[in-house]
């Protein structure tokens, strides 16, 4: 068979787009100026250039630019919507997460229960889909804070943003999203879907890796504080040397998407679906999650029955990129706590494998990785 790599985690991290890193080279040339020595041009049209991509990202969401502060990925910028908000608080003291929120929600939101918050988990149905009758049953005058994610980086559930924001802002509630795997499948709209705050990822949209940003409401970032200290940079949110070279390939990346997103999102839809039906008709595999219809784009999560993922993934490890959950978590060894807040039980979730498919895989790449999974569990149930 042929050894032909594929790489089937694209919500793990995705390939550049060739204008990002095209439009980011100059910033790591002639162009390295920091942006914020506003004593001479160099450093001026630095600083402008970031300016031009927090416009793009800005209209990526429909976001004012101001609204726009830029982090290290979205793992910063849920740390950032988190501890900047919920500071002392003399009133309010509950925050609502949903219970699959991805390990950088949840790890804040587990530290602000220590200095006395009261955290609670919203429940899901076994799709993976907010259970929106009791999380309206959570609501009221003591909720301060509450955050959702857009899109399950694990199972592909995309929750009903809109309606949990509106519900949340009926009780006074600030409504955050986690939304770095929501790009490469939904459209984003802050006014439409109500809010306050959202965090993006530029490496799980087809731009850089050490990038992302967190839209900030101009009407409350006058509440957030910041975490980081020591230059007062980005309305003295977010302090540090801002690296021009990302946040250009990252705008290029969100203008790219914007402008080719039906094409984009159709590719990713038939790469997904053809993977889908060639694996099912010569593997046993059963669906996790929401149907096809009704989830993440690229997602697929797949269990693998009588077969321990781990084995399977071991065996394919020089030939397929695919994993047992989050790229984010990998090392710890302890069920997914997604997999487990919908229900599955051990066994099942001990045989679950997450692919996920993007832009620039063909079908014959398809083809050969359906061979060698095939293979690999044959491989297995002839040692058992």
Known sequence: MKNEFIYLDYQASTPIFPSSLQKMQPYLTESFANPHSSQHIAGLNSFKSIEKAKVKIAQFINADPNEIIFTSGATEANNLALFGMCHENPIRKRILISSIEHKCVMAPAHHLSKLGYEVIHIPVTPDGIIDTKKFESL????????????????????????????????????????????????????????????SLSSHKMCGPKGIGA??????????????????????????????????????????????????????????????????????????????????????????????????????????IAASTGS????????????????????NTVDSCIRFSFGIGQTNKQLDLAVAKINNAICQIKNRQ
């Open 214 to 319: 967190l839209f900030i409401s101009n009407e409350i970032q006058n509440q957030i504080r910041p975490i980081i200290l020591g230059g007062e940079q980005q309305n003295g949110i977010r302090s540090g040397t801002l690296p021009t070279h990302l946040c250009v390939g990252f705008g290029e990346a969100a203008s790219y998407l914007q402008t080719n997103r039906k094409a984009i999102f159709d590719e990713i839809r038939d790469r997904r679906n053809y993977f889908y039906n060639q694996l099912n008709k010569v593997a046993d595999i059963k669906l996790i999650g929401p149907n096809l219809n009704n989830r993440h784009l690229g997602n697929l999560n797949l269990a693998f029955p009588q077969i321990d993922a781990e084995e399977l993934l071991l065996i394919l490890q020089t030939e």
């Open 139 to 198: 609501l009221d005058d003591n909720v301060f804070f509450v955050s959702i994610m857009a899109v399950n980086n694990e199972i592909g559930s995309i929750q009903p943003i809109e309606e949990c924001a509106s519900l949340a802002k009926s009780v006074g509630a600030f409504f955050h999203t986690d939304a770095a795997q929501a790009p490469m499948c939904l459209e984003l709209d802050v006014h439409k879907m109500n809010l306050d705050l959202i």
């Open 327 to 346: 790229a984010c978590t990998s090392g710890i060894m302890e069920p997914s706590h997604v997999l487990t807040a919908i229900g599955i039980d051990t």
